[in-house]
Nanobody, 117 residues
Framework: QVQLVESGGGLVQPGGSLRLSCAAS????????MKWYRQAPGKAREWVAQ????????NYADSVKGRFTISRDNAKNTVYLQMDSLKPEDTAVYYC??????????WGQGTQVTVSS
């Protein structure tokens, strides 16, 4: 049974930081491309960042480049999103996604991030 469980969301003031975690199970994590998406109220879900399996190559959306850092620990089957210099427009539900070598797409349930003073 595949599971992706996000944690670490919450309320933070503008300029603050949060670290999201996503614990994966039920598929071969080490070779999967892991991604973070987000969805703000009334908007479409958007891709935020991704990291490849073994090589750990990273890519970011322009809106978060220089502020967010994606990383992974293959020994713990966990992917992280370090979010710094947060802005109100970063407010959204953040979703973890895993794309396996076999072409399967897995999603977590999401974690709310609210940036507000």
């Amino acid at each position: 049974q595949v599971q992706l469980v996000e944690s670490g969301g919450g309320l933070v003031q503008p300029g603050g930081s949060l670290r999201l975690s996503c614990a994966a199970s039920g598929f071969t994590f080490s070779t999967a491309i892991m991604k973070w998406y987000r969805q703000a109220p009334g908007k479409a879900r958007e891709w935020v960042a991704q990291i490849t399996g073994v090589g750990k190559t990273t890519n970011y959306a322009d809106s978060v480049k220089g502020r967010f850092t994606i990383s992974r620990d293959n020994a713990k089957n966990t992917v992280y999103l370090q979010m710094d210099s947060l802005k109100p427009e970063d407010t959204a539900v953040y979703y973890c996604n895993g794309y396996s070598r076999g072409g399967n797409d897995y999603w977590g349930q999401g974690t709310q991030v609210t940036v507000s003073s």
